[in-house]
């Protein structure tokens, strides 16, 4: 039973690039969130997805966006790449939107030249 | 967000009991506590919850004190695949705003000695 996969698992971009990283959930997992976690801190969220609709978003600029797809696959979109958009980025999946416990992915490491 | 306060760091030896402690005062009727740990490399992993009772799974208990102010996760014998960076989260019921996303402050870092 495969987990939740993420890819690519390194990326290097520049400032003011755009960039799509991409999670597919764990088996019978319908919701998808995103989470980014600079060096040494905690994941900070930043939006979830169900039913191919943002559900809820962290403080994050609308340069991050996101898709959900019918096989509840998600993209997390990233325009106008800033330095400080280098981190970690975490994506968990979960069932339903009763607060079930989140499976997450072992991220994408994103660097930002 | 109601807070949660972690040690920033603890170290334990191997097959000891390892207690790790949580403070949350702000913590209202309705918030669930949860435990995630993140080993190296790997992103968060789901260890256990509970709302008022003591609770126990394969990988730990977690006791929670009667008002519900503090919590502490046991690891009943640490293996050294238990290095992680352990993560005390206060979560909504899903009858209040806000329950779908997880509030991660910066965790405790514990390292297993041989």
């Known amino acids: 039973d495969a987990g939740v996969t993420q890819s690519p698992t390194h990326l290097i971009k520049t400032r003011g690039q755009q960039v799509t990283l991409r999670c597919s959930p764990k088996?019978?997992?319908?919701?998808v969130s995103w989470y980014q976690q600079a060096l040494g801190q905690g994941p900070q969220f930043i939006f979830q997805?169900?039913?191919?609709?943002?559900?809820q978003r962290g403080n994050f600029p609308d340069r991050f966006s996101g898709h959900q797809f019918p096989n509840y696959s998600s993209e997390l979109n990233v325009n106008a790449l800033l330095l400080g958009d280098s981190a970690l980025y975490l994506c968990a999946s979960s069932m339903g939107q009763g607060g079930q416990p989140q499976h997450f992915g072992d991220g994408t490491r994103l660097s930002i030249l | 967000d109601a807070k949660t306060t972690q040690p920033n760091s603890m170290e334990s030896n191997e097959e000891e009991p390892v207690h790790l402690p949580c403070n949350h005062s702000?913590?209202?009727?309705?918030?669930?506590i949860h435990w995630y740990r993140q080993l190296p490399s790997q992103g968060p992993e789901y260890v256990i919850h509970g709302l008022t009772s003591n609770v126990n799974n394969r990988m730990a208990s977690l006791a929670i004190a009667e008002d519900r102010k503090s919590s502490t996760l046991i690891l009943h014998r640490a293996t050294l695949r238990d290095a992680a960076v352990y993560y005390c989260?206060?979560?909504?019921?899903?009858?209040?705003?806000?329950?779908?996303?997880?509030?991660f402050g910066a965790g405790t870092r514990l390292a297993v000695h041989p």
């Open positions: 997805y169900y039913e191919e609709e943002e559900r």
């Open positions: 989260i206060l979560r909504p019921s899903e009858f209040s705003g806000g329950y779908n996303k997880l509030i």
């Open positions: 702000t913590i209202s009727g309705t918030d669930y």
């Open positions: 088996s019978g997992h319908d919701t």
